[in-house]
Structures are given as structure tokens and as C-alpha cells.
């Protein structure tokens, strides 16, 4: 019987390498009948499911086989594979671990382990275990690339850049390696490179849906939407349930201003995949529409399953809070935004005497700079205007505005102020903004000419280009000596008001400052004294505008800032919410409305939650 059943699992091994799986399922089952402990049969037989798309089955076969054999590494790797398709990363790490530990010669192992480290959000983690997996098979060209992605996903960017490249000299035709590439130059906000990237990645794998997606998200970008649309057309040709390309389509079609498409698309996506939290909060924040009983339920449901991925149960939050508040019941929306919030705040807790320490060297290097170069120093081009404030303080409204007229070119958010301090660093070899004592007058007109020229050339046939970019107001003495005909729009709007629009949304950890009400409280009384420090600072060259103002009179507010501008009126800046243009913030919806009020002391509502924020702003509130 054992010399059968040993032919028997050599016949079903080589028909499996061979392909024909319908015959090594059968002899393995054959066996099993007459051996059902047998752990060689239950671990093939439980890889050939993994590898047929039935994990739930493979995990049946490979536990039955380490209940008869815990210490066999390659088994554990098994089933780690199928716990990952089954979406339970976090089973999947711990039998990929075991794997590991029991035998840590397999390059392979340490590579899929990176993998479901990266689903569970911990890239640094992942890159530790990419990198056993290079000092064991340096020419892993797969496992390099894997690297770039966890080095992108931990903002390690030139590291990035160096492990891609180091995939694509391996393997010039491994796609995932030029997408992976494309999303570091998409974050260095090099548009034109990413496009190339992902073209390329797509061209090597037609079917390669999550570059044509990214494709997608960069044409957006380059605010070409009409490319966008025929790209996501082209996935959804393909896989017509893919929810993320249902996703980035919603999003594209709201920042269009077709909120009834958005939410058709939001909703597709939701349909495909019932936990994705971000379209589920997507569909609920889309403003101006009543969010209907089933897609609370649905919220609801996909809120109580115990294995969301810690993003999904963030968004998850934060869409509940939207519906519940739609419906008044404020005390409970806001319990789940303070959750959803609190996700956030665990990643990056706020530092407040840090913040302090980094405000106080912005402006006191940019002090001594000006002093050092002169006021008149850097390009002349004549160009710009930033409008800069707090996130949600009338920012969106006031570029649309702007850029509704005639001689203005609305560019949107950017990060090309971010990329110039940046900058300095290539130039000085030392970190912004204590390298600024180092910048010659000619550096700064340097940095101001690589400024202007990172913009379209479209937008530069304008009198104006707008960069929207509101936390630019960091920014302002780099940008006033660089660009000294540059002017800046401060948006100012009431304080807690302010702070609890911030609150409410789930801006990016990495803006630490935005999840915890004190940290709020903290950072809104900094950025004011800073604003107030370059106004002192570059006078006449900064006007504040208020949000409530604008809101109570909005011909006024236009008339002033057209004034500052040195350009004429136009009727046609009143209709600002007809103006067709992708509108790339938070904000796309509201400013597709003509103005309304509702917003102004929506805080209100929440008062007796508010406290710590009140009690952070000080007179500032």
C-alpha cells in the first residue's frame, strides 16, 4: 500500500507541474480515501486549490495536515497564500511567519510575507522581509520591486527609485516594476514621467487593470479628464465589477460636477466589494444628496465584520458619521467620527512643541534671508497667486472664483511648493528651512524660474495661475523671495468652525495635526501667528479674505481680491458653481452650488463634544 500510494503522489505531482489538475485532484483524492492523514496528499492537494482559486478548500486540506505534522514549513507557507485570498491578511502573516521560522532559507516565503505586511499597512515592516529576501536571492527582480513599493508606501522615495531600478536592470519586462515606478514619480508629482510609466506597464500587460487605473489617476492629475474617462472605460470593458476602477470613476465624475454619476459608481463599487470603506464614505459625502436607508444598512453591516483592514474601517467611520448626521442624530454620528479619527491619531500622534520648533525656523530663516538677498531677488515672472489657509477655510471657493474670470487659470491643488523646499536640499545639501541662510540670489531666482516652469504651458497664456494648495501658507517666505511678484490670498474663516470641517473629513495621517481636537486647536493658533508674521513680513503682498464674508457677500469678496489682483470685474465670476473645470479637492461638490450658509455654524451642532478644541484655540476661538 505505501509503495502505491508513494506512485500515486508522484503521478499526481507530475500532471500538477504538467497542468492537468483535474487528474492530480483525482489521484489525490484517491489517496486520501485510503490515507486521510496522509500530509503530502492533504498539502498538494491544498496548493493545487490555492493555485485553482478555491482557498476556502486549501485552508480545509492544510490545516487537517498540520494537525499531523505543526513544524512543516513549506505547509504553512501554503495556507498563508490561501488566508491571503480569502482577505485574512492577518492569519496569513502568522502561518507566513511560522514558515519562516521553521526554515528561513526560502526567499520566497519572506517575499509573500512582505506582501501581506503591505495589505495591513505596515511597509516598513515588509521591506524588512523584502530585504531577507534579496540577501538570500539577490536577483529576485519580483521582490525588488515589491521593495519599491513598500519604500513609496513609507515615503522612503530615492529608496524606492533605487530598488525599482534595480528590478526593471533584472527584468526590463516585468510590468508590476513600471507601475510601481509610475506611483513614486505620481507622489513626486512628475505627471508626464508616471503617464510614460504606466503606458509602458500596460502595454507589457494588456490586462494589467491597476496600471490602467493608476493611468487613470494620472491623467486626472493632468487635468486631461476626458483621457481619464476613456481609460477607465477601457478597464471596466474588461472587468466591469473592478471596484476600485468603479471607485476612481465616481471620484472623477464628482470632481466633473455629476454627482448622479458619482454615486452610480460609488455605489458599483460597493456592490462589488461590500467592505471597500472608501467608497462607502465616498457616497455618503457627496453633497447636496440624502444618502438613502440601504446604504446606511450597508455601512452598518460592513462596520460589524471583524476583519476590516484598518483603512476600510477608518473611511467606514467617517461615512457612517455623514449618513447619521444627515438624519440629526448627532451624538452618534459623532462617536463614530471620533473613531475613525482616532485610527488616524494612533498612526502619527501629534507633536505640538515640534510643530512650534519647525514654524518658528520657517520664519525666522526666511527673515534673515530676505534681509541677506533683498525683496527683489528671485524670477519675475509674474504669474502666481496662491491661495493659501487652513484646509476648509474657503479655499476651493475662493480659486473657483478666481478662476471663473477671464485672465485666471484655476491649476488646483499642487505640490510644487513642496517640491521647491525640497529642492533646496539638492542645492545645499542640507534640510529646508535652516538650509535657507545657504540660498544665493541667484538660487532663489533658480528656484522660482523651476516653479514657474512645472506649470502647463496652457495655464502660463493666463494673466494668473492659481495653485490652490491651502497648507502653501508653510510656504510663503520661500515663495515671496523665490517669486517676488507672486501674491498670496490668505483664507481665514472662524475658528472652530474651521477646525471641525477639518475634523469631520479623514484628511491624510501624515497631517497629524487634523485627528485629535487639542492637536486642532494647537496647530489652527500657530498657523495664524505665522500668517500674521509674513504679513508683517512681505507687506501689501498678502490679502486675507474670510470665508463668512464671502458667504454674506459674495460680489464684495470678488470685487476685493479682482481689485488685488489688478483686474477688472466680470459678472461671470458669480456664476462660479457653472463653471465647468475638474475641481480636485474635498471641496468639488460644494463648489459646483451657488453659495449657501448651511456650513457656517454647522459646528454648532456638536458643541458638547467640543471642549478640548475650544479650550485648545483660546482667544483664538
Known amino acids: 500500500m505505501l509503495e502505491s500510494i508513494i506512485r500515486a503522489l508522484e503521478a499526481g505531482y507530475q500532471a500538477q507541474q504538467a497542468g492537468n489538475l483535474t487528474r492530480a485532484e483525482k489521484l489525490y483524492r484517491d489517496i486520501l480515501r485510503r490515507d486521510p492523514d496522509n500530509v503530502h496528499a492533504l498539502n498538494l492537494l491544498g496548493m493545487l486549490c490555492v493555485n485553482a482559486g478555491r482557498p476556502k478548500e486549501a485552508i480545509r486540506?492544510?490545516?487537517?495536515?498540520?494537525?499531523?505534522?505543526?513544524?512543516?514549513?513549506?505547509?504553512?507557507?501554503?495556507?498563508?497564500?490561501?488566508?491571503?485570498?480569502?482577505?485574512?491578511?492577518?492569519?496569513?502573516?502568522?502561518?507566513?511567519?511560522?514558515s519562516v521560522r521553521l526554515d528561513p532559507r526560502n526567499p520566497v516565503v519572506y517575499n509573500n510575507l512582505g506582501n501581506v505586511l503591505r495589505l495591513v499597512e505596515q511597509p516598513r515592516e515588509a521591506a524588512r522581509a523584502y530585504e531577507r529576501a534579496l540577501k538570500l536571492q539577490p536577483t529576485f527582480a519580483e521582490c525588488w520591486s515589491n521593495l519599491s513599493a513598500a519604500m513609496n508606501e513609507s515615503d522612503r522615495l530615492e529608496r524606492g527609485l533605487q530598488a525599482v531600478d534595480r528590478a526593471l536592470q533584472l527584468d526590463p519586462g516585468l510590468a508590476q516594476a513600471w507601475n510601481n515606478k509610475g506611483d513614486i514619480l505620481l507622489k513626486q508629482a512628475k505627471y508626464e514621467d508616471a503617464l510614460t510609466h504606466y503606458q509602458k506597464a500596460a502595454a507589457l500587460s494588456?490586462?494589467?487593470?491597476?496600471?490602467?487605473?493608476n493611468m487613470a489617476r494620472v491623467q486626472r492629475d493632468m487635468e486631461v479628464p476626458e483621457d481619464a474617462f476613456e481609460t477607465l472605460d477601457k478597464?471596466?470593458?474588461?472587468e466591469p465589477r473592478h471596484p476600485e476602477a468603479h471607485h476612481v470613476m465616481g471620484v472623477l465624475h464628482e470632481q466633473m460636477?455629476?454627482?448622479?454619476?458619482?454615486?452610480?459608481?460609488?455605489?458599483?463599487?460597493?456592490?462589488?466589494?461590500?467592505?471597500?470603506?472608501?467608497?462607502?464614505?465616498?457616497l455618503a459625502q457627496i453633497n447636496g444628496r440624502n444618502g438613502t436607508d440601504a446604504e446606511l444598512s450597508a455601512m452598518r453591516s460592513a462596520w460589524e465584520k471583524g476583519d476590516l483592514s484598518r483603512n476600510d474601517r477608518m473611511y467606514l467611520a467617517f461615512g457612517l458619521a455623514r449618513a447619521l448626521e444627515q438624519r440629526g442624530q448627532y451624538?452618534?454620528?459623532y462617536e463614530y467620527l471620533a473613531q475613525g479619527n482616532g485610527v488616524k491619531a494612533a498612526m502619527r500622534p501629534y507633536d505640538d512643541a515640534e510643530t512650534a520648533d519647525y514654524i518658528d525656523g520657517l520664519y525666522s530663516y526666511a527673515e534673515t534671508a530676505a534681509a541677506r538677498v533683498g525683496f527683489d531677488a528671485g524670477c519675475q515672472d509674474g504669474h502666481m497667486v496662491f491661495v493659501v489657509g487652513m484646509p476648509?477655510?474657503?479655499?476651493?471657493?475662493?480659486?473657483?472664483?478666481?478662476?471663473?474670470?477671464?485672465a485666471v487659470a484655476g491649476a488646483g491643488e499642487l505640490s510644487f511648493a513642496y517640491d521647491l523646499a525640497h529642492r533646496t536640499r539638492d542645492i545645499t545639501g542640507q534640510k529646508f528651512p535652516d538650509n535657507m541662510d545657504r540660498l544665493t540670489p541667484s538660487s532663489f531666482r533658480e528656484l522660482g524660474e523651476y516653479y514657474v516652469a512645472r506649470h502647463a504651458p496652457d495655464n502660463l497664456v493666463a494673466r494668473y495661475v492659481v495653485d490652490?494648495?491651502?497648507?502653501?501658507?508653510q510656504y510663503i517666505g520661500l515663495l515671496a523671495i523665490a517669486l517676488p511678484r507672486a501674491r498670496f490670498i490668505y483664507c481665514r474663516r472662524d475658528a472652530v468652525a474651521n477646525c471641525w470641517a477639518i475634523h469631520r473629513i479623514p484628511f491624510d495621517e501624515k497631517q497629524t495635526y487634523a485627528h485629535s481636537l487639542t492637536a486642532l486647536g494647537q496647530y489652527y493658533r500657530r498657523h495664524c501667528d505665522l500668517v500674521e508674521r509674513w504679513k508683517s513680513l512681505f507687506p501689501g503682498r498678502i490679502l486675507t479674505v474670510r470665508y463668512e464674508d464671502t458667504v454674506a457677500d459674495v460680489e464684495g469678496q470678488s470685487r476685493r481680491m479682482l481689485d488685488f489682483l489688478d483686474l477688472p470685474f466680470e459678472p461671470e465670476v458669480l456664476a462660479f458653481h457653472e463653471t465647468e473645470r475638474l475641481v480636485k479637492t474635498p471641496s468639488a461638490s460644494q463648489v459646483r452650488r451657488p453659495i449657501y450658509t448651511e456650513s457656517v455654524a454647522a459646528w454648532k451642532r456638536y458643541e458638547k463634544h467640543l471642549g478640548p478644541l475650544i479650550e485648545a484655540l483660546g482667544d483664538a476661538a
Open 61 to 98: 486540506f492544510i490545516e487537517q495536515a498540520l494537525a499531523v505534522d505543526g513544524s512543516d514549513p513549506q505547509a504553512h507557507a501554503n495556507i498563508g497564500l490561501a488566508y491571503k485570498d480569502v482577505g485574512k491578511p492577518k492569519d496569513a502573516i502568522h502561518h507566513f511567519s511560522e
Open 206 to 213: 494588456p490586462k494589467y487593470a491597476a496600471a490602467m487605473i
Open 235 to 238: 478597464v471596466l470593458a474588461m
Open 257 to 282: 460636477g455629476d454627482r448622479a454619476n458619482a454615486a452610480r459608481h460609488f455605489q458599483s463599487a460597493i456592490d462589488s466589494a461590500p467592505q471597500m470603506g472608501i467608497a462607502h464614505y465616498q
Open 331 to 333: 451624538d452618534e454620528a
Open 392 to 406: 476648509r477655510s474657503g479655499t476651493s471657493l475662493t480659486e473657483q472664483i478666481l478662476a471663473t474670470h477671464s
Open 468 to 473: 490652490k494648495t491651502p497648507l502653501n501658507f
